[in-house]
């Protein structure tokens, strides 16, 4: 198996203040969030910093890699260093009930597959698609043990959190207290894919941290190195919205794009038509799909469309489509439809339809609501 996807840091300047803080050990804030897309930055990000500030040696550069505290990192066996994620409940005993504690192994073996993980690939590991998978105040409790024991290494004690989101009700207001009177040489670093979701007190005693998507000339690089084409990887890093984890999962599994491929077919059919019935009926199911799922649909046609548009122009020789052959569809007839002003406001209606979705909006009403939208705009057309 072809090594992860990684991205280096240093391609990335904006953080570099935020690193360096950790180096010199100044002004790291006790309870800080990184916000981000699912299969964006964050992990790295968590990982690097966690590393420079438990680092025996760092220098500018960044953590040693080569001290005890870089190896137990690397490792992920690090004593002063807690993983917590979101689980099934009902697993463990005595303290360790209904947390992530007999779920270490697991949380190792997939993150040291996924660097830039995500949550549905989790969710899915776990086997609980149907089931609630969320961090309990049994979890919180024993974040409360864990950052009030004695560091092995005499520096900081971390727990590093994915999906605060997650935290049920109890477990929220619990983990406030921790955030609200910090224990002394702490850090509580809480990674998000829905900051709206995460409970507002914790939220705004958390230095937060918005991180962008990755441009997408880096992201194609990474990408060559993985041993695709340089054209191949251009598409995905734009399908993958600059988000690495979406890109390796779009690489690994390219089967993962014919199903958007065939809605984005399917959906233009019937906008062009002007079918309401059938509209309705594909809001209906699509909406019945996880969001995540959406939210893919709505970026694989973003980026259909703008390759349409460069299609027209001669710009591009190739879309998509010319990876599956099999779905039937003619991209030049509906290239040639597409000048720049309509393209514009189509973006600007899928991109609206995306934040709708994000914001839990009924994605029934936000789908068929985006169908009319269109309906409209080709109607204009003739
Ligand atoms: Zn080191």
Redesign the pocket.
Known sequence: MASPLQIPLQKLPEWGLWLDQAVHRERVAHAQMLVCEDGGMAWPLAMDYVGRLL????SVRG?????P??IQLHNMAHPDVHWIVPVIGGEGRGDDEDTCAPFLADVRTFLGQNPHPLSSDWIEHLGGKQKVVQISVKESARIQRLLSLKAHSGGHKVVVLWMPERLNDSAANKLLKLVEEPLDRTLLLLISHDEASVLGTIRSRCQVHHVKPVPTGVLSEALVNQGISPEQAAVLAELSGGQPGQASMLLRNREALREPLQHFVEFMRITYKKDLVGLLAFSERLAKEPREQQKQWIHVSAQLLSQLLRLRHGALKNSLFAWFPDVAFQPDGLARLLDESKHFEIQGLLQAALTDIQRNINSRIVLSDLGIQFMRLFAARK
């Open positions: 680092c025996a040696q760092p953590a040693c890699g080569t001290c505290s870089c």
